[in-house]
């Protein structure tokens, strides 16, 4: 097996889950277990539990991690039932836990998951292969409206209307079937000069179509709370993110969970009777140091929050 995978924020990650052997750590999104590898070759007296719903993904976990094969269990689900599959393997809490919310090179780099408008590809975006729901059939059948609010709300895009206008114009007359079918109909929709400057036109469109695909930010609100549930009294929550939408949920949620007191000012008491349930390992996010960016520019955009249940 060949691996272009390379892990954002290793050593960051692996000294703010503060590891000690002997305890049980949940890798949520294991991809081609970097991190992972990672944590075990720091601390290999751990037991790691890995989660992945991307049957390649598990694959190429199993191989890599083959040396700890002992201290490992893989298994194949979405994060956002990490209760439930914790709890399939007799585990009811553990000593950490990171969410890595980047998609894995592999992924993006097989062309044939059309993830990447940089190769030809049918549509399809979907992490976990039995899904129904692919990017093809959001392409190919959403309604002009839904398609603007998806692209404008999951990818920022500005010209998300144009886009989608474009979008229903062009299958109107064929589907769009292909990555590249998708980006033609892209470049076509935004306007030159904007296509000029910044980033791939397509760019925006396709996180939101993935994001869309996957549900990722409600999958994200749903394992953040679940993480926290199954933490030990000073276990440590990790989450890496990527784009802001992702890492102004991770925020919201961390603030909410430290419990401030939200009366409204002048009350002689509190009567809000908020608790703080964690406490912020770093007051700020950690990311990626100039050097890591120049050799993996798709870190640049990563940000590593991490709390630690009181």
């Known amino acids: 097996m ?13 000294d703010s889950l503060a590891l000690k052997p002997g305890e049980v750590y949940v890798d949520c999104t294991v991809g081609a277990a970097g991190h992972s590898l990672g944590m075990l070759a720091t601390e290999p007296a751990i037991k790691l539990i890995g989660i992945d719903q991307d049957a390649a993904a598990l694959e190429r976990a199993q191989y890599r991690l083959a040396t700890f094969a002992r201290q490992v269990t893989l298994i194949k689900g979405n994060f956002r039932h990490l209760e439930s599959l914790l709890l399939e393997q007799g585990v009811t809490e553990v000593a950490g836990v990171l969410v890595d919310l980047g998609v894995s090179s592999p992924q993006l780099d097989e062309g044939e998951r059309g993830f990447s408008y940089h190769q030809d590809a049918r549509l399809d975006m979907r992490m976990d292969q039995s899904s129904e729901l692919d990017a093809w059939t959001i392409a190919n059948t959403y309604s002009e409206g839904e398609l603007a609010r998806i692209i404008s709300q999951y990818g920022e895009e ?5 886009i989608s206008k474009f979008i ?50 409600g999958a994200l609100r749903e394992v953040l709370r679940q993480a926290v549930a199954v933490l030990k009294p000073k ?3 990790a989450v890496i993110t990527f784009h802001s939408l992702e890492d102004r949920i991770v925020k919201d949620y961390f603030q909410e969970l430290l419990g401030k007191c939200t009366c409204p000012p002048g009350l002689p008491v509190c009567v809000c009777d908020r608790q703080p349930v964690v406490e912020l390992v770093n007051r700020k996010p950690i990311v990626p140091s100039p050097r890591e960016v120049q050799n993996n520019p798709r870190s640049r955009s990563a940000k590593l929050r991490v709390v630690e249940k009181i």
């Not at 060949?2 to 692996?14: A, D, K, N």
């Not at 296509?195 to 469109?205: D, I």
């Open 168 to 217: 229903v114009a062009e299958r109107d007359e064929r589907p769009i079937e292909t990555t590249g079918d998708l980006v033609d109909v892209i470049k076509k929709a935004v306007p030159a000069g904007a296509r000029a400057k910044g980033p791939h036109p397509a760019r925006r469109t396709f996180q939101a179509l993935r994001i869309a695909v996957n549900d990722e930010l």
């Open 235 to 237: 276990g440590r929550l």
């Open 2 to 14: 060949q691996f272009g995978h390379e892990p954002v924020l290793l050593q960051e990650t692996i």
């Open 158 to 162: 500005k010209w998300a209307a144009r």
